[in-house]
């Protein structure tokens, strides 16, 4: 059975800084490229960073370019989410998700971990 | 960026009715490039359909996609209760964006 358990939210002031962890189980890690996707409280769904299996090529959405870096472990089949320069408007559950290869919709999700910015 | 807008915001139905969500993309998001997500309360968002109209694994066949180039639609053709959700169109032709929503709630 595939599992994707996020962990590493929490409450933090702006300006500060985070790091997400994406616990993977159940296939083969290294095979599939991976994602967050946020939702703000009452809002919709937000893609913000990709990474591929094997290479490491990553993307981020313009809102977190700069200040966000996805990363994997392919041996420990963790996936990462360092966040820096939080704003308040980063507010949100934090997903992990799994895309098929080359096909960028999401198969899989975590249940989410949700990341507070306040004073 | 591609924006995707979906329509309704809210649909009120009764179960046993027939739904048509509809997602409209601001340019052509290429020949099959969009999904369908449903999300309950407290839930992650759970995978319906890619590539327009393929059902993923576990999906009742009630629900259908169909559309082409920035005209697309979700169908659930009887609702049962556990269909009562919101809905998100993603499209993957152009970067990734999803659409705002549609509340499918019971009337």
């Known amino acids: 059975e595939v599992q994707l358990v996020e962990s590493g939210g929490g409450l933090v002031q702006p300006g500060g800084s985070l790091r997400l962890s994406c616990a993977a189980s159940?296939?083969?890690?290294?095979?599939?490229?991976m994602n967050w996707v946020r939702q703000a409280p009452g809002k919709g769904l937000e893609w913000i960073s990709y990474?591929?299996?094997?290479?490491?090529?990553?993307y981020h959405a313009d809102s977190v370019k700069g200040r966000f870096t996805i990363s994997r472990d392919n041996a420990e089949n963790s996936l990462f989410l360092q966040m820096n320069s939080l704003r308040v408007e980063d507010t949100a559950v934090y997903y992990c998700?799994?895309?098929?290869?080359?096909?960028?919709?999401?198969?899989?999700w975590g249940q989410g971990t949700l990341v507070t910015v306040s004073s | 960026e591609i924006v995707l807008t979906q329509s309704p915001g809210t649909l009120s139905l009764s179960p046993g009715e027939r739904a048509t969500l509809s997602c409209r993309a601001s340019?052509?998001?290429?020949?099959?490039?969009l999904a369908w997500y449903q999300q309950k309360p407290g839930q992650a968002p759970r995978l319906l359909i890619y590539?327009?109209?393929t059902r993923a694994t576990g999906i009742p066949d009630r629900f259908s996609g169909s559309g082409s180039g920035t005209d697309f639609t979700l169908t659930i053709s009887s609702l049962e209760p556990e269909d009562f959700a919101v809905y998100y169109c993603?499209?993957?032709?152009?970067?990734?964006?999803f659409g705002q929503g549609t509340r499918l709630e019971i009337k």
């Open positions: 993603q499209q993957y032709g152009n970067s990734i964006t």
């Open positions: 340019q052509s998001v290429g020949a099959t490039y």
């Open positions: 159940g296939f083969t890690f290294n095979s599939y490229e």
């Open positions: 590539g327009v109209s």
């Open positions: 990474i591929s299996g094997t290479d490491r090529t990553t």
């Open positions: 998700a799994r895309n098929v290869p080359t096909r960028y919709f999401f198969d899989y």
